[in-house]
């Protein structure tokens, strides 16, 4: 890990005096006169780094598997744990409603119960985008993507109404009406004891949407 940390910093001090590099934002505001970009990466050298130099796999289940981990944090962090005793588990938290630390203390089965309820289904998928599809950047990359495939973008699709949900779900449009077929339009509102029994001499036309005889 020192030889490749060094390998590294080398790399970027010869590169940076052949040709300046193009620094990010938020290093860049860092850097003044008296704070060089070579005082930065001397910086870096009092950082431990933690390099794996696997070889490349093949095995895809093995690589979903090993990247799953990092998917989704854990439900308590290690670190949190106080003490346990055999029977209680004791813990920190962060309260956000007060925004303090507070310690909790629960018998062994009832921090397993709790804990065992951030476990997800069976193929329960943890991360619907990622990429330039995630929704924090796909207003901002996605434009770009399509710009580079010379695509064009697709304009947004307003939400289905209530209406065309049910008419897609289950074959029958609500705000139609079942005796006419014409559209159906609010003109009032009754509030108190409906004359329900006046209905109820039609239910099975109703229920069969057959027309009412007149």
Not at 90 to 99: A, E
Request: positive net charge; proline residues 7%; glycine residues 4%.
């Amino acid at each position: 890990m020192p030889i490749w940390r060094y390998k590294v910093i080398a790399l970027f001090r010869k590169i940076h005096r052949q040709k300046p590099l193009i620094i990010p934002n938020t290093i860049q505001k860092q850097l003044n006169p008296l704070f060089t970009f070579n005082h930065f990466l001397n910086k870096l050298y009092k950082k431990h780094w933690i390099v794996d130099c696997a070889k490349p796999s093949t095995d895809h289940k093995h690589n979903v598997t090993y990247l799953g981990g990092y998917v989704k944090r854990p439900p308590i962090a290690e670190s949190k744990l106080r003490h346990y005793d055999g029977h209680e588990v004791s813990f920190s938290y962060l309260d956000h409603t007060t925004k303090t630390c507070k310690k909790m203390t629960l018998t062994a089965e009832d921090f397993i119960g709790r804990f065992v309820q951030h476990i997800p289904d069976v193929n329960f998928r943890m991360i619907r985008y990622y990429g330039f599809l995630a929704n924090r950047v796909r207003g901002k990359l996605l434009p770009l993507v399509h710009q580079l495939l010379e695509q064009k973008s697709e304009a947004e699709q307003p939400a289905p109404i209530y209406a065309e949900l049910m008419q897609k779900a289950f074959g029958f449009n609500p705000l139609t009406c079942i005796l006419c077929g014409s559209p159906l339009v609010l003109s009032r509102a009754h509030f108190g004891q409906s004359n329900v029994h006046q209905l109820l001499q039609y239910h099975r036309e109703l229920a069969l949407l057959k027309k009412i005889p007149t």
